[in-house]
């Protein structure tokens, strides 16, 4: 099993910025892609961003791209997702996932085996 934690969300005025933090433990070798989701409130789960532990490579989607940044530190077993220019909009709880299979980063929730606990953004206007 791969457990995730989330942390660093909070509330923050639009144009700020946050980090989050998603920190693994457990089989953490089988993990090939780990990502970002969202819920809002009323709305279905969206993909944020991801990358590809191995190579680094990361995908966005285009509501968050030029302002959000995925990365990861192995060492630490730990991925990191940087918000900048926040915007009311991006009010949400945010999800850690991480996957298994290796072949490309997944956009869909249920191509996800493991799931941390959320942490809440918000943003005011």
């Known amino acids: 099993q791969v457990q995730l934690v989330e942390s660093g969300g909070g509330l923050v005025q639009a144009g700020g910025s946050l980090r989050l933090s998603c920190a693994t433990s457990?089989?953490?070798?089988?993990?090939?892609?780990m990502a970002w989701f969202r819920q809002a409130p009323g709305k279905e789960r969206e993909f944020v961003g991801g990358?590809?532990?191995?190579?680094?490579?990361?995908d966005y989607a285009d509501s968050v791209k030029g302002r959000f940044t995925i990365s990861r530190e192995n060492a630490k077993n730990t991925v990191y997702l940087q918000m900048n220019s926040l915007k009311p909009e991006d009010t949400a709880v945010y999800y850690c996932?991480?996957?298994?299979?290796?072949?490309?980063?997944?956009?869909?929730?249920?191509?996800?085996?493991?799931w941390g606990q959320g942490t809440q953004v918000t943003v005011t206007s």
């Open positions: 990358i590809m532990l191995s190579i680094g490579n990361t």
């Open positions: 457990g089989r953490t070798f089988n993990i090939a892609a």
């Open positions: 996932a991480a996957t298994a299979i290796p072949l490309r980063i997944f956009t869909t929730p249920r191509s996800y085996a493991y």
